[in-house]
């Protein structure tokens, strides 16, 4: 019944490493984002897809490569990790539209910890 | 750059006390959201603002949005140890692509 579901919730992993995170969502939205959530508890998006186009790149690393198989997944694929990309990441979905005023439904998060 | 300036960054107050959450922009938005955030969980929508001078409740929460839609603020009255947890508003910008500018967050604490 989970909206949106991401999965591992907790991942520890080395550096260097490559970890992917998986997320779907069964709200039938059209957009799907993810974000990045520091120490500090700053919220900050990486990607946004749109039916399966990306529309959103913020200055994220190469080592960081987002894919859409459908409108209802969009994964993240992470590699060569670095001591920087621990945080907790999430998953978001929302319908597009004006009416819909982009409210965004997150999932639960994954905590990623390099080691 | 749009950035949002969200304050306190942190408050710990005893129940029963009111309390303000404010954040402030330069730059003007479409509409501004507040969600609430608990450990371990993801963000949950508590309020949407579109309308300059637009004044929405949820029950103890009262939440304002600039007439200039450049800011907002979220009151509580009699704060509950069940009103813990990180609050954030954010900022839908104009031809932004949808993309939710973020405030810093306010953890707040209510001890009973």
């Known amino acids: 019944d989970t909206a949106v579901s991401q999965t591992p919730k907790y991942l520890v992993t080395q550096m260097g490493n490559d970890k992917s995170i998986k997320c779907e969502q069964n709200l039938g939205h059209d957009t799907m984002y993810w974000y990045k959530q520091d120490s500090k508890k700053f919220l900050k998006i990486m990607f946004s897809?749109?039916?399966?186009?990306?529309?959103i790149n913020e200055t994220v690393p190469n080592r960081f490569s987002p894919k859409s198989p459908d409108k209802a997944h969009l994964n993240l694929h992470i590699n060569s990790l670095e001591l920087g990309d621990s945080a907790v990441y999430f998953c978001?979905?929302?319908?597009?539209?004006?009416?819909?005023?982009?409210?965004?439904?997150f999932g639960a998060g994954t905590r990623l910890s390099v080691l | 750059t749009q950035l949002l300036e969200q304050s306190p960054q942190f408050l710990s107050i005893q129940e029963g006390e009111n309390l303000t959450v404010y954040c402030n922009s330069s730059s003007v938005f479409s509409s501004l959201q507040w969600y609430r955030q608990e450990p371990g969980e993801g963000p949950v929508l508590l309020v949407t603002?579109?309308?300059?001078?637009e004044v929405k409740k949820l029950k103890r929460l009262t939440f304002q949005f600039g007439d200039a839609r450049k800011d907002s603020s979220l009151h509580i009255t009699a704060a509950q140890p069940g009103d813990t947890g990180l609050y954030l508003c954010?900022?839908?910008?104009?031809?932004?692509?949808?993309?939710?500018?973020f405030g810093q967050g306010t953890e707040l604490s209510v001890k009973p």
């Open positions: 978001a979905s929302s319908r597009t539209g004006v009416l819909a005023k982009n409210i965004q439904y």
């Open positions: 954010a900022g839908v910008g104009y031809n932004q692509g949808g993309k939710l500018i």
């Open positions: 897809y749109n039916n399966k186009e990306l529309i």
């Open positions: 603002v579109v309308t300059g001078g």
